[in-house]
Every structure is written in structure tokens, then in C-alpha cells.
């Protein structure tokens, strides 16, 4: 934010009070944000394709674009601007229109707490981590809305499903964060990156024990929050067709997957920032090409995610249910009891 | 009255309506006893985290409207009877959505409010916690939140015990 400020300040000598600052400095990083997260998005259709082709011996989209189908995600977003928009008979209409638009901006909204680089961010709130979790949730709401919209038995349990799931793993999601606030003494997602300067050692993951834990418990929570295979029971194409979005076609379909994807690359996000240390470097405290570095991270655990969905098959419901609440919940109270004696303990020893 | 930063409130919201100059003329005089719970310059960091959120949820909304016109512009307009009733795997609809559903879905919904809430309380003293340590209130510190993480536990433990877990 600050530097936006600065380069609309500075380089095109834009003459901004505060309020004028605060309004165009936001509103460029927004758009950034929303360009970025939309780019990243329909990357990530192609990349899944192609990791999907090599994983079990074939190539993937390699037709259209020069590379290896490099342009496929762009013939895709064509065709499907071209298709019929279908809203059947029997659905609720206001709230088959609304669910799309729900859960598309429930996807964007937590962006504007991610922090990229030192002062790349477009809302430095002190209640970031938070307010990340609290918003992204809204996508639930979305589900149950457009499954119960659709006036499908298939989509209304596909819905039913994918609420029950997102619900309950969004507890062990929270809890497995709650050591690295104890650690950090902040919410604030800045203040988080910066307390794990100074080498791989220092970043939370591999902090102690507790907090490795912790991390393995909120990626695999994050992909079951996502809705990706091995947990992708709510769109279990040879039980429910195609879940909750089964009635849903074109643009209206297309806001769903974007924001499947857009999930995707936020929680992986999130866990960079959170666990391994944003755009700080593994050795010594120099900060270079932060941006990239932070992106980099964050590439490398989508693709982990990939592959994870790629390799595992799916789970049944009472193990998905099993997983979360008698182990992932159990486990992460017990993490949040061992970093507390272990701050308690270390601070006694460094006084 | 000095506030805390980490407060949450609307300051935000008054932020963009008052600022200390109006305060101080008498235009605003009886706002003044606002001024003491609203401080401005704390009114105005909060506007600083808050006034980015409105801009991305509208240009959430403005990017999710355009895709929608630019889609029903170009599309196609050719809607047809049975292309509007409801897939069944090609074959006529069999049965409405008056579906039941398993009790466990209910039970799920119950434990994460309980749940989802005991996470919500454990932030803020996950941000203190440091603090406290440092003000030499460790053993304080600990067996607070582990009162409170206990007795959720021991609804946990019943809860197993009983079975609701269990999805057969």
C-alpha cells in the first residue's frame, strides 16, 4: 500500500490529501490483487492439466498456443463466455443468481490481507489472520445456497457435504494458527513474515516441534477447506454428478471453478506467510526480490496440492468426519498445550 | 479515553464522516461526547485498514457482474423446455429435493459453533499470551486458557464417547 502511494505520489505526480491517498492507493492495490488472483487462477487450470498428464503418462493440452497448450486457459475463458447462461425452471432464481457472486467474492476478499512484499499489502489490518478466516468462510454460505437454489437432490447433497466438511475442518484450520499467534503476539499477517526473519530455522514450520505439527495439520486441513481430492467429497463426480454447481452452466459455472482455484492458491498463500517464513530467504536476514520469493513458496505448495490430488484416492465421508474430529482437533489442542509450555519454558530459560 | 489499536470497532465508519477540525467548531458540539469513545486519530487508522476492504469487495462485485454480462451478452439465447428442468442422468427427474438427510449433518453444524467459537475465544489471549509471560503471570498464563480448552475437551470426550462422532 505504501508503496503504491508512493510510486502514485511521486512518479506521476498526483497531488492526494490523506483521504485521496487512502482511496487511490486502495483502489490500485485492489485491482492488482483482483488481476493477479484472476491471472493466477486460470494458470492454475492449465498447470493442474499438465502436472494431472505427466502424473499418469500422457501429455495434457498441447493444441492450442505455441507451448505445450500454453494458451488453453484463454480459449477456455473464450468458449465459455460464449455458452448459454441455463437457470432452470424449478430453481429459487434470486438465490441461484446470488450464490456464484457470494462465493466469487468470498474467494477475493481475503486477498487484501495477504502480505506479498514488505508493504505490499492492500489492508496492513492488525486483525489480518483473522479476518482472513472470517471471510473466507462466507463461501460456505454460498454452497448451501446454491445447492439448495438448484432444486437438485444431487447438488442440495453435495451442499449438504461440502458445508458439513468445510465447517468442520475450518476448526482444526483455525486452531493450528493459534501456536504461531502465541509465538508472533500479533494477528497482523506483516508483523507475522517479519517475526521469521533470519534463516529456515526461524521460520514458524520449523520452529519447534509443536509448531511442524501445527503446519502438517493446517495444509491438510487447507486442502480438505478447498474441496480438493483426496477430499473433493462434495463434487464426487460417480455419486453426486457434479455437486453442488451440477445445475450450473457457463459464466455462472465458471465463477465457481475461478474461485476453486483461486482457494487453492490463497490457502497455499496463507501457509507461506504463516508457516514458512513469507518473503524471507532460508539463510541469513537480507531481503531480496521478496515478491518473488513469496511466490515462489507459494507455487511449490499448490503444485504439493496437485500432486497430493493426483496420487491419493478419495476418502469416504465417516473417514473425512474421522479425520477431522478425532485426530486433527485432538492433535491440534495438544499443539496449542505444547507451544504454550514450550514459550513458557524457553522464556524462562532466556530470563 | 485512550483506546487500544487492536480494538475492533466501527471508528472506521465515523472516521469518514468527522474529523477533528469539525469536531472542535460547535457545528459539532454535541458530538463531543462521541469524540471521548471515538478518538479521530485512532478513527483514522482504522479507516487506513478498513476503507481497502470496501474498495475490494465492490471490485469483487464490479469483476463478477462484468463476467455475468459479458457472458449473457455474447451467449446464446436459446432456452427450450427440457433444457430447462433439472439433470437426472438423462433420464425424466425421479423424485423432488424433499430428501432426508443423516442426523450427523445437524450434529456436525451443533459441535462447530461450540467449536468454531472456543477458536474465536482462544485468539485473543493467543495475542496476549507473550505479554503475560513477560509480566511474569506464566503459570497464570497457561492454567486460564487450559480451564477453558478443558472443559471443551471434556464435552469432546463425551461426545466421542456417546458416539455422535461416529458416521456408520
Known amino acids: ?351 | 479515553m485512550v483506546v487500544d489499536r487492536r480494538d475492533f470497532s466501527v471508528n472506521f465508519l465515523i472516521a469518514l464522516l468527522i474529523t477533528n477540525k469539525e469536531l472542535a467548531s460547535r457545528k459539532y458540539a454535541r458530538l463531543r461526547v462521541i469524540y471521548i469513545w471515538f478518538d479521530a486519530g485512532e478513527a483514522a487508522f482504522m479507516a487506513e485498514q478498513f476503507v481497502p476492504l470496501l474498495l475490494v469487495i465492490s471490485l469483487a462485485l464490479i469483476f463478477a457482474l462484468l463476467f455475468l454480462g459479458l457472458s449473457y451478452w455474447l451467449g446464446p439465447k436459446k432456452a427450450s423446455k427440457l433444457k430447462k428442468t433439472v439433470y437426472e442422468c438423462g433420464i425424466p427427474v425421479r423424485g423432488g429435493i424433499e430428501i432426508r438427510f443423516f442426523i450427523r449433518f445437524f450434529l456436525v453444524a451443533l459441535l462447530f459453533l461450540l467449536f468454531d467459537l472456543e477458536a474465536v475465544f482462544i485468539y485473543p489471549w493467543a495475542v496476549m499470551y507473550q505479554s503475560m509471560l513477560d509480566g511474569g503471570r506464566m503459570i497464570f498464563a497457561l492454567s486460564e486458557m487450559g480451564v477453558f480448552v478443558g472443559i471443551l475437551v471434556v464435552g469432546l470426550v463425551y461426545v466421542w464417547k456417546k458416539g455422535a462422532l461416529e458416521w456408520q
Open chain 1, 1 to 351: 500500500m505504501e508503496i503504491i502511494t508512493k510510486l502514485l505520489t511521486e512518479t506521476f505526480g498526483l497531488q492526494l490529501d490523506n483521504t485521496g491517498q487512502l482511496v487511490a492507493g486502495g483502489l490500485t492495490m485492489a485491482l492488482i490483487m483482483a488481476l493477479v488472483m484472476a491471472t493466477c487462477a486460470i494458470v492454475w487450470t492449465w498447470a493442474e492439466r499438465k502436472v494431472a498428464g505427466f502424473i499418469q503418462s500422457r501429455y495434457g493440452p498441447m493444441r492450442v498456443g505455441k507451448y505445450h497448450g500454453a494458451l488453453q486457459p484463454v480459449a477456455d475463458m473464450v468458449k465459455i463466455l460464449g455458452k448459454e447462461d441455463i437457470i432452470p425452471d424449478d430453481a429459487d432464481k434470486p438465490l441461484f443468481v446470488l450464490a456464484p457472486i457470494i462465493i466469487f467474492i468470498a474467494s477475493l476478499l481475503p486477498w487484501a490481507a495477504v502480505p506479498f512484499a514488505p508493504g505490499f499489502i492492500a489492508s496492513d489490518m492488525d486483525l489480518g489472520l483473522f479476518y482472513i478466516f472470517a471471510v473466507s468462510s462466507g463461501a460456505i454460505v454460498g454452497i448451501l445456497m446454491a445447492g439448495w437454489a438448484s432444486n437438485n437432490k444431487w447438488a442440495l447433497y453435495g451442499a449438504a457435504r461440502g458445508a458439513a466438511q468445510m465447517v468442520s475442518y475450518e476448526i482444526p484450520l483455525a486452531l493450528a494458527t493459534i501456536p504461531v499467534v502465541m509465538r508472533t503476539g500479533s494477528l497482523n499477517m506483516n508483523d507475522i513474515v517479519i517475526g521469521q526473519q533470519g534463516g529456515i530455522f526461524h521460520w514458524n514450520a520449523f520452529h519447534d516441534p509443536f509448531l511442524f505439527v501445527a503446519f502438517m495439520i493446517y495444509f491438510i486441513s487447507s486442502i480438505a477447506e478447498v474441496n480438493r481430492g483426496p477430499f473433493d467429497m462434495p463434487e464426487t463426480e460417480s455419486e453426486l454428478v457434479a455437486g453442488y454447481h451440477t445445475e450450473y452452466t457457463g459464466m455462472r459455472f465458471a465463477l465457481f471453478f475461478l474461485s476453486e482455484y483461486a482457494n487453492l492458491f490463497l490457502v497455499s498463500c496463507i501457509a507461506t506467510a504463516v508457516f514458512l517464513g513469507g518473503w524471507n530467504l532460508p539463510v541469513g536476514n537480507a531481503v531480496v526480490l521478496p515478491g518473488l520469493v513469496f511466490l515462489a513458496k507459494a507455487v511449490l505448495l499448490v503444485l504439493i496440492q496437485i500432486w497430493i490430488r493426483w496420487t491419493l484416492p478419495r476418502l469416504r465421508v465417516d473417514q473425512l468426519m474421522h479425520v477431522c474430529w478425532k485426530v486433527l482437533i485432538p492433535l491440534s489442542l495438544l499443539c496449542l498445550l505444547g507451544s504454550g509450555i514450550l514459550l513458557m519454558v524457553s522464556g524462562e530459560i532466556a530470563a
